[in-house]
């Protein structure tokens, strides 16, 4: 199992751009979640995934867009760079269970927008 | 008030202390997630629990529901253990959502 995989790495981008960041897992898990990690907070959650075809907000949804046409697939679309977007963002992924959701992370991607 | 706080923000230790970090929440939850962050590293899951007590090699990670604690302990801790250790929790009757903590940086010495 190649667990939870997200492109690209790091990336750098202009304000005003757009991207996707992909994530991907092969653990058939049905929650799948975006994170992002500024230094000195927590981890705060953009947009989550409770299966195929259904989303919702998270604590700070505005400028990202999600959808989940597939299990495996969760990807972030930023529609708009602006500098505040700078951050490392994380995808993470667990089954529904209430009793065993173990949450599986993506390595991360480091993104700069100038 | 944050919902989740940790305790210490940071801590340094000599090899083979025993460590203690700490982690408070103010919500009804259904499970608490003890996670590890090396620098610059990738995130990974030390422990899922919603009661008692679970331990795997030198980690032990406590709950008192109760008392809406739970705490984190390594012992014989080593250079190898330093990293960040993040406390979430999942909301009472959801799997879907966490909430974290800040994180404690561990820094363990020669």
């Known amino acids: 199992n190649a667990g939870v995989t997200q492109t690209p790495k790091f990336q750098v981008l202009k304000t005003g751009q757009s991207m996707t960041l992909q994530c991907a897992q092969d653990?058939?898990?049905?929650?799948m979640s975006w994170y992002r990690q500024d230094p000195g907070m927590g981890l705060r959650l953009i947009h989550y995934?409770?299966?195929?075809?259904?989303?919702d907000q998270g604590e700070v949804p505005n400028g990202y867009n999600v959808s989940r046409s597939t299990t495996e697939d969760f990807p972030l679309r930023l529609l708009s760079a602006a500098p505040s977007q700078t951050s490392v963002y994380f995808c993470?992924?667990?089954?529904?269970?209430?009793?065993?959701?173990?949450?599986?992370f993506g390595p991360g991607t480091r993104l700069t927008v100038l | 008030k944050n919902e989740v706080e940790q305790s210490p923000q940071n801590l340094t230790a000599q090899e083979g202390e025993f460590i203690t970090i700490n982690c408070s929440y103010s919500v009804g939850i259904s499970a608490l997630h003890w996670l590890q962050q090396h620098p610059g590293g990738g995130i990974v899951s030390l422990f899922m629990?919603?009661?008692g007590k679970k331990k795997h090699g030198r980690l032990i990670a406590t709950i008192n529901i109760q008392e809406k604690h739970s705490s984190l302990h390594i012992t014989a801790s080593h250079p190898r253990d330093s990293a960040v250790y993040i406390c979430a929790v999942n909301g009472y009757g959801t799997a879907s959502k966490l909430t974290f903590g800040t994180g404690t940086r561990l820094q363990v010495t020669l």
């Open positions: 629990l919603s009661s």
């Open positions: 653990m058939n898990h049905e929650y």
């Open positions: 995934s409770v299966g195929a075809g259904i989303t």
């Open positions: 993470a992924s667990s089954h529904s269970w209430l009793w065993d959701n173990e949450q599986f």
